[in-house]
């Protein structure tokens, strides 16, 4: 296993080694850090979002962000018995009232990990893959910054798998880390009966959880948050020799193969 891919093949160890992961022991709580605060508690609500534009609210930024992203299925997800082992032990915890649950189904459509953060304009991507890529979602995961997000770590399903997508970060001068996918925000501190059952979960849940994922597309996704509530699909870069497809400037949203409507849009 090379420098390059083992992240991919192996994101809880990596992430492990760098000792990324919330110190449950060290602490009697989990509190959520000023960049959370800052950049994605302001946007925990369910109103109606304006398309991009240079209007801006809180924790909003202009001009947008383009990355490339490993698009997640998340009608597959909800599927899946681990996961819905997972979201059921959180509503019937003490963290419950902590959830916000309204952002399961306004990021379903738009449910990804970030592959290459930061492109520039005319950034070396490819308008195809001819390989076939498959991922792998693992179990929750709550990292030491950004400590109100449950992230689902995603990992290359094997090596050719990997070896790709390491190859189209090297391709771009991307650094190599472990991919992950935000899936469950928080709204406060947990404390109490609170903490001690989310630190029970995690630990649960993360062993149980491996849903493999077929891939058949990449997506160059513009957002101007850190949640992609605000955003576009640019394209598709289809895996396996189809042909790049461009979005409209226009275009809003992001519309994945088994998406679902966003509400209010």
């Not at 400590?147 to 070896?163: E, F, H, I, W």
Request: glycine content about 10%; charged content about 25%.
């Amino acid at each position: 296993m090379c420098e390059e891919t083992a992240p991919l093949l192996d994101p809880l160890t990596d992430l492990s080694r760098q000792a990324a992961a919330y110190d449950w022991a060290g602490n009697g709580a989990l509190i959520l850090d000023q960049r959370y605060r800052e950049r994605q508690l302001p946007l925990l609500d369910d109103r109606a979002r304006a398309s991009l534009g240079p209007e801006v609210g809180a924790a909003e930024y202009w001009p947008p962000i383009r990355s490339a992203v490993i698009p997640i299925d998340s009608g597959r997800l909800a599927a899946d018995g681990g996961i819905t082992a997972f979201l059921d032990d959180l509503r019937r915890s003490a963290v419950a009232s902590l959830v916000w649950w309204p952002g399961l189904a306004l990021r379903a459509d738009r449910m990804h990990a970030t592959l290459v953060g930061g492109l520039g304009e005319g950034s070396d991507l490819p308008a195809r893959l001819a390989q076939h890529i498959e991922v792998m979602v693992r179990g929750p995961w709550i990292g030491r910054f950004n400590t109100g997000r449950v992230y689902l770590p995603v990992q290359a399903a094997d090596k050719a798998s990997a070896t790709a997508l390491a190859q189209l970060r090297t391709r771009t001068g991307a650094d190599h880390r472990p991919l992950l996918a935000g899936y469950v925000q928080l709204t406060d501190d947990v404390t109490g009966d609170a903490y001690r059952q989310l630190r029970d979960i995690v630990a649960t849940h993360q062993s149980r959880i491996a849903v493999r994922l077929p891939l058949s597309e990449l997506w160059l996704m513009d957002t101007m948050d850190d949640l992609v509530l605000r955003s576009r699909l640019a394209a598709r870069i289809p895996l396996g020799g189809g042909r790049m497809a461009e979005h409209p400037p226009g275009a809003t949203g992001v519309r994945g193969p088994a998406a679902r409507p966003r509400p209010g849009s």
